[in-house]
């Protein structure tokens, strides 16, 4: 017994310090280096994965380039909404159609600052041939004879009761085109600045827009007129009225707008025919008498996207803004990017 007791004492001794050890660096080692295993995994899923838009930090202001001045404005996105809907739809729409144009005016700026980037300096500029019409308040007050308050409180309304809702494909802001009026009928992108098409950008057939001012809308020009509009353009241009053909439609797209057009010794786009002579849209007819031809116009603007008149009528109709955004637009979702 005496010989055993020392053993079991060494033995206890042993023991003991090999556990605290274990308890001292291997454990701790053990879970630090599952902690770094589990942060990396994160980093990994971090960069695999889309990360959410955080519409209060990204998308919060905008910088507006004020193109009369040459200055830049950082304002708050919905405000600037309130201005650009002013400029772009009148106040006497129906209160979801205002909605969906500032969905869409939404949906087109963030695209802007992700893919546009057309100007160095700011997001967006306030001029519509670039980016969108934008209009101050003390401008649009100049336009209205009365109720200005009421009016723009209107516009207000309709930007904040949409706030932060876009237009996504595949979970991505859409290239949000927009016009006065089809005619009747939307078209694709392809036939009007070539390129590829955009799956969401399809043509739309759209009831009602007969109704409005937009619709339709005459050019006459002289022959003397037209030699001079098309010899601007093209110097070798050159036609001959006598002959029965010498102005002539060739070919329609998929909207019935006009795909090409023989004029003289050119054939030219309806696009192109529509820059050159002023005209509303590229959905058009033509009439010879005397020495005169007559332009014949139905609709107004490009016609891609959403019609804005058309949008007026789904919401007379009893359309919510949603629904008349998935009118024109298809297989696209609404994300709420604010919340």
Known sequence: MKNII??????????????MLIVLFIIPITFTEKFKISENIQEIKNEIEEPEIDFNVKYKTINLLHTADNTVETVELEEYLVNVVAGEMPVDYEMEALKAQATVAR??????????????????????????????????????EDNQEEKW????????????????????????FFHSNSGGSTEIPANVWGGTNYPYLQVVETSGEDNYSQYYSEIELTTEEIEKKMKEKYSDFSID???????????YTESMRIRTIKIGNKNISGVEARSIFGLRSSNFTIEKADNKIK?????????????QTGSNTLAKEGKDYKEIIKHFYKDIEIKNIKN
């Open 107 to 144: 949906t087109y700026t963030l695209y802007q600052i992700q893919n546009g980037k057309k100007h160095n300096n700011a997001d967006m500029c306030d001029d519509s041939k670039c980016c969108q019409a934008w209009v101050s308040k003390e401008k649009r007050f100049e336009r209205w």
């Open 295 to 307: 332009f014949k116009v139905i609709g107004y603007g490009h016609g891609v996207g959403l019609s």
């Open 6 to 19: 020392p053993k079991i004492k060494k033995n206890y001794i042993i023991y003991f310090f090999i556990s």
């Open 241 to 251: 009225w006598n002959e029965e053909n010498a102005i002539e439609i060739l070919e």
């Open 153 to 176: 409180e209107k516009i207000r309304k309709a930007v904040y009761s949409s706030a932060g809702d876009i237009i996504t494909y595949n979970g991505e802001p859409i290239d949000a």
